[in-house]
C-alpha cells in the first residue's frame, strides 16, 4: 500500500515467541524478534501497541567490556532505568519511534548503529524548511505526509527549533546507550544544525498561556467548597503557587512523607522535601517552606482525608470518598482546568505551568529580588526566571508613558 509513492510497510509478525540473544544484556536489555532489538529503556508496555504497528529500529548491543559479566550487565541497566527521569524516557520513546519511522518511510530501511553522516544530514534537511508550499512529488513533504498519517507529525509546517533539537539530542543519546560516535558531531551536520535553528528561529510559545497571578488564584480558591474535592484542590493549589510555583509532576510525586509538620503548631511552618525537579536530581533538592495560609490548606486537606503515609494528593471517587490512588499530572491539569472553569475563566486561559509563571510574575509585582524568588522556584538559569520580572519591568516602565 503507498500513499503519495511513499511507502508504507507491513508489521512485523509478533505472534512468534521472543527469542534472547546470548551474549547481550538478557530480557531486561534488548529483546530480539528476528531482526529486530530495541533497548528496554526504550520499550514501555504503553508503547508496544503502537509498536506493533511499525518497523522498528534495529540496536546493536552495547559495546561491553569484555570481563563486565552478566550480573554486572543488568546492573547497568538498572542503573540507566533508575537515573534517567521517568518524563524523559517517555520522551526518549517517542523520539525513537519518529526516528525510526522517518528512516523507514524516507529510506526504505531501519536504522543504523552508528548511523550515516548523510541520514542525519538529511534528517535535519527535512525539519528546515515550510513543506506546506512544496511540490506534491519533493520526497520531504511525501516522507511528512506519511509522518502524519501515522499521527506522529502535525502539519507540514517547519517543526520549531525545540522540537528538531531535542529529537537530535535524543538520537545522540541512543548512540551514548551504545558507546558509538554520533553523526551530529560531524563539522559540516554540526553548522548545518545551527543554521537551520537560526532559520527557523521564533518566538517561543508559553507554557501557560497567562500566568495564574495572585488575583486570578484567588478566584479559582473561591469555588473550591469544604468538601474532600474541594479541600484537595485548594491545598494543591496554594501548595503549588506558595512553594515557588511547582511543576505538576512535582505536585503529583509528593507524598505524605515529604511534608514536615513538626514546627506547624509552634510556628505555622511546614518543610517540605522534593524528591526531585527537572533541574534537579533526586536527593540534592532543598527544603521548601510553606506558610500562613498554604500551610493550613495542606494540614486541613491531611486531616480531612486522613492520610498518614502514601500519596499526598490522591484521587476522589465520585461519591466524594478518598481512594488511595496516586494523582497524575494529568490529573493536576483537569483540576486547573476545572477551578478556571468554575471561576468564570476559559479552560485555556491558563494551564498548570501557570501557577509556576504566576509565582513568578507576583514576585515581581511585589517588588521580591529575583534570587529570592529563584530560591523557592528553583530555577538554575537567572536568565529563564528574569524573562517573568522583564515582562512585569517593561508593563510598569514609566519611560512607556511619556506622552500619558
Keep these: 500500500m503507498s500513499r503519495r509513492g511513499v511507502r508504507l510497510y507491513d508489521p512485523p509478525d509478533f505472534s512468534r515467541p521472543l527469542a534472547v540473544k546470548p551474549g547481550t544484556m538478557g530480557d531486561r536489555a534488548f529483546i530480539r524478534h528476528d531482526n529486530i532489538r530495541l533497548s528496554c529503556l526504550l ?133 551514548r546507550m551504545r558507546n558509538l560516535p554520533s553523526p551530529f558531531e560531524a563539522p559540516l551536520i554540526a553548522e548545518a544544525r545551527r543554521k537551520a535553528r537560526r532559520a527557523a ?34 491545598a494543591m493549589l496554594m501548595l503549588g503557587f506558595a512553594s515557588g510555583g511547582r511543576r505538576r509532576s512535582e505536585i503529583a510525586a509528593l507524598m505524605r512523607a515529604d511534608v514536615g509538620l513538626e514546627g506547624f503548631a509552634a510556628q505555622g511552618l511546614i518543610r517540605l522535601r522534593l524528591a526531585g525537579t527537572k533541574t534537579t536530581p533526586t536527593g540534592k533538592t532543598p527544603t521548601l517552606v510553606l506558610k500562613g495560609r498554604p500551610a493550613r490548606a495542606l494540614v486541613d486537606w491531611i486531616e480531612a482525608a486522613r492520610i498518614e503515609d502514601g500519596p499526598l494528593f490522591r484521587a476522589i471517587s465520585k461519591s466524594g470518598r478518598v481512594l488511595a490512588r496516586q494523582m497524575s499530572g494529568d490529573a493536576v491539569y483537569q483540576i486547573v482546568k476545572r477551578r478556571l472553569r468554575l471561576a468564570g475563566l476559559a479552560e485555556d486561559y491558563a494551564s498548570p505551568h501557570g501557577l509556576r509563571s504566576g509565582f513568578l510574575t507576583q514576585a515581581a509585582l511585589d517588588g521580591a529580588p529575583l534570587q529570592a524568588a529563584m ?30
Excluded at 501515522?150 to 538520537?171: E, N, Q, Y
Aim: with cysteine.
Design 43 to 175: 520499550l514501555s508496555t504503553a508503547l508496544r501497541p503502537i509498536l506493533r504497528a511499525m518497523t522498528l529500529p534495529q540496536a546493536p548491543a552495547l559495546s561491553l567490556p569484555p570481563m563486565l559479566s552478566e550480573q554486572d550487565a543488568a546492573t547497568l541497566t538498572e542503573l540507566y532505568i533508575r537515573g534517567t527521569p521517568q518524563n524523559t524516557r517517555r520522551a526518549y520513546e517517542r523520539d525513537l519511534l519518529y526516528i525510526a519511522t522517518w528512516k523507514a518511510v524516507r529510506f526504505g530501511g531501519a536504522l543504523d548503529w552508528p548511523e550515516r553522516e548523510a541520514v542525519a544530514l538529511c534528517f535535519i534537511l527535512d525539519h528546515a524548511i515550510d513543506l506546506t508550499q512544496a511540490a506534491l512529488d519533493d520526497p520531504a513533504r511525501q516522507v511528512a505526509e506519511g509522518l502524519i498519517a501515522r499521527g506522529l507529525r502535525r502539519s507540514l509546517a517547519c517543526p520549531a527549533p525545540a522540537t528538531l533539537d531535542r529529537r537530535i539530542a535524543s538520537w545522540r543519546t541512543f548512540h
Design 375 to 404: 530560591r523557592l522556584s528553583l530555577h538554575k538559569s537567572m536568565a529563564q526566571a528574569q524573562r517573568y520580572y522583564d515582562d512585569v519591568e517593561i508593563a510598569e516602565n514609566p519611560a512607556g508613558n511619556l506622552l500619558g
Design 201 to 234: 528561529a521564533r518566538q517561543p510559545a508559553p507554557k501557560s498561556a497567562h500566568p495564574i497571578t495572585r488575583d486570578v488564584l484567588e478566584t479559582m480558591l473561591e469555588s473550591c467548597e469544604p468538601s474532600p474535592r474541594g479541600r484537595r484542590d485548594r
